[in-house]
């Protein structure tokens, strides 16, 4: 096998990483996650790390979509309370920043939608829809013997499923709305 036939064998599989990742979560479930959305008054997410990467992004495209929503840690995120909704990720659970967030949502009223590989985790069993993205994270990376190592490291399949799955979600908010590609441009920054 030449290096570049590795690297091609390398490319395939983790694009079907990625692509089982994204299609383990069925189209009903992408759809109660715009439902959720579209009911809340506020929205307020946070993950940690590249999982964090991601859900900027998620607030940037649904502000483009036209809904109220924050990034915690950011100065500009109000108080959650009933009405609202908080949107955690947590591929791996038991990270305390985001169970601590998980308590603090739930004590003031917030709903919680989670999404996590890991939904045995918590604060899974605390939210009121868990979103289960089948893919490879730090809490399960260690690799079996007799099987065949993922090629992406780490949580990298569910961070990079969770970017496809959020920009899904996005397209069906926009939709639901009745916003067009010109609604959502009229809404991006011209500050750059």
Known sequence: ?????????????????????????????????VDELLAARRIACYAGGREGLVLRG???RLFHAGLDVHY?????CPAVGPGDLVVLSCGPGRIS???????VALRDGARLLYLTAQPQNPPADRAHRVVQVTAQTMAD???SRG??????????????????????????VRARRGESSE???????NLE
């Open 183 to 189: 609604d959502m441009r009229s809404r991006h920054t």
């Open 141 to 143: 990376d260690t690799g």
């Open 147 to 172: 099987t065949v190592a993922p090629v992406l490291p780490m949580g990298s399949a569910y961070e990079i499923a969770l970017f496809v799955l959020v920009d899904l979600i996005t397209n069906r």
């Open 72 to 76: 915690v840690g950011e100065m500009t």
């Open 1 to 33: 096998m030449t290096t570049t036939d590795r690297v091609s064998s390398d490319t395939v599989r983790a694009l079907e990483e990625v692509a089982a990742a994204v299609t383990s979560v069925p189209e009903t479930e992408l759809e109660a996650v």
């Open 58 to 60: 998620l607030v940037m």
């Open 97 to 103: 920043m985001v169970e601590a967030l998980a308590g």
